[in-house]
């Protein structure tokens, strides 16, 4: 539970003035000592993380936040970094105390409201100074707590339990509507040296695993070994995935009947929104030489050679635009002041941060008046695949928090009807008779058009090789007149895939 990552996590946020007793509220929740706790104002600096299990939401981590009240230029530093964590807040807890409930506590909420956050008003040193009765008749839920004794806290975590948002409850998938239990999905994964060592990405961990939620098999390739991969297939596969880097090889050798898209264009739909990311990518069509271009990588890994946000994304957008874009990169959640200045903004995949927090970028740009779209959908313009890339989708529908996708088509295609005949036979057929198969589509379908006849010709003619081989075992398992039983060839009950 310790290792989920954050970005799989419940975001709770404490809010409020100084003094209000955030910081042992927060203590209080997670039963540690984790946040200072002084007398003196202004004891919280920076925002405290801390990361738990909270039965039966499951992981959250909670985000102690300096007083928005606070005073001088550094108070005014700290209260810039308490306000950029209700970008990323899924739940927010505004707390006020024997003070009173004012503008402040307004202020917070109708910005947590505005961003669409659940609120939940926290009348903290209740022992002091009992809850406000107007505060109480508010329109959003309101909990008496006394952090230091532990009273209310059961009726405060009720509360988060209840107003949860609808998607952590339920969260979608990340292939949901695309692939369904039974297909094959192909990833094609390159190892090259952004590839962590001893590991794959977060991205493709992730497909991984929604794939056997859903009950789908997984091939995974490397793009040199992809048209092997497909080649060994008994039917199409439902999907390819790849990395976006490799969407212009990958293209080249994946069908074009075959659904096709990215890892990074899959994560811009579970942690975005995928119809804004898409007319954002239409953007780059109107991209001039000289043009800002705002490139942000997430993630703070150190940069290496041929790096794709400071290197390969910047050539391929120059050659697009056929000239040189003023780009700035930045890393992390630095997000510049003058952004009204730039045409575009290219965001990667945010597979380390909550979708809130992605959702609030896309929102800050759309009131700025800049295009916003994502790594995978900017390589896939750039490469001239973006139709494709997209594709698999279907029809996008704007609903106003995502892209509602309706996939123009559950089931994978057939290569041919004729090859039918290899996928209707039993899982153990017997060698003969499929190989016979085998070579009899391969001579029985000249009369077929030349397209159709090509496709059987790549399914078929890479596996016969390999059938061969099995015959080969096959005759020299069985017993030789007047001899013993069979020696058993290694592997032999394994079922082959083609």
């Known amino acids: 539970m310790q290792a989920t990552p954050r970005g799989l996590r419940l975001h709770i946020g404490l809010f409020g003035r100084r003094n209000v007793g955030k910081s042992s509220l927060l203590n209080a929740l997670v039963r540690q000592q984790v946040a200072i706790v002084s007398e003196v104002a202004g004891t919280t600096t920076d925002p405290v993380e801390k990361p738990m299990e909270l039965l039966p939401l499951g992981p959250v981590v909670f985000i102690d936040t300096a007083g928005v009240d606070d005073e001088g230029h550094l108070g005014a530093l700290r209260i810039e970094k308490t306000r950029r964590i209700l970008d990323r807040t899924d739940l927010g807890l505004v707390v006020a105390a024997d003070d ?80 369904r239990a039974g297909d094959t999905v192909v990833l094609v994964i390159p190892i090259d040296q952004e590839a962590p060592k001893g590991r794959i990405i977060l991205p493709q961990v992730q497909v991984i695993r929604d794939l056997l939620d859903l009950g789908a098999w997984c091939v995974v390739a490397k793009e040199d070994a992809l048209a092997d991969a497909l080649a060994s297939l008994r039917c199409a596969p439902a999907l390819v995935v790849t990395d976006s880097q490799a969407f212009a090889q990958v293209a080249a050798i994946v069908p074009a009947e075959i659904p096709l898209t ?149 089931a994978p295609p057939c290569l041919a009807p004729s090859a039918d005949l290899l996928r209707r036979e039993p899982r153990r057929p017997d060698l003969r008779r499929r190989n016979s198969h085998m070579r009899a589509l391969l001579m029985r379908e000249p009369m077929a058009p030349r397209a159709q006849r090509d496709q059987i010709i790549r399914l078929v003619r890479p596996a016969l090789p390999a059938w061969n081989h099995m015959m080969h075992l096959e005759e020299m398992r069985r017993p030789a007149p007047g001899r013993g039983a069979a020696i058993p060839i290694a592997g032999e009950n394994r079922a082959p895939h083609f």
């Not at 009173?100 to 903290?124: K, M, Q, S, Y």
């Not at 006394?146 to 209310?152: D, I, K, L, P, R």
């Not at 510049?336 to 979708?355: E, Q, T």
């Open 262 to 410: 990215g890892f990074s264009i899959l994560m811009s739909r579970w942690k975005g929104d995928l119809s804004e990311f898409a007319r954002g990518a239409r953007a780059i069509g109107d991209l001039k030489p000289g043009d800002r271009v705002l490139i942000i990588d997430a993630c703070t890994h150190h940069p290496i050679t041929d790096d794709i946000a400071r290197e390969k994304l910047p050539r391929w957008l120059n050659q697009h635009v056929g000239g040189d874009l003023a780009i700035t990169n930045s890393q992390g959640r630095d997000w510049p002041a003058d952004l009204p200045s730039y045409k575009l903004i290219v965001h990667c995949g945010a597979c380390m941060w909550n979708r809130r927090e992605m959702l609030s970028r896309i929102m800050l740009a759309r009131e700025a008046g800049v295009p916003i779209t994502n790594f995978g959908m900017a390589i896939a313009w750039s490469l001239g695949v973006f139709e494709r890339a997209l594709g698999a989708f279907g029809e996008i529908e704007h609903r106003g928090d995502g892209g509602c996708l309706r996939p123009a088509c559950h």
């Open 100 to 179: 009173g409930w004012g503008p402040f506590e307004d202020e917070l909420v109708a910005e947590l409201t505005r961003r669409g956050t659940p609120v939940i008003a926290v009348w903290n040193k209740a022992d002091l100074a009992p809850m406000p009765a107007a505060l109480s008749a508010r329109a959003f839920p309101c909990v008496a707590t006394v952090a230091a004794t532990g009273e209310g806290l059961d009726a405060l975590r009720r509360e988060l339990i209840r107003l949860a948002p609808e998607d952590w409850i339920n969260p979608p998938s990340i292939l949901g509507g695309l692939v």
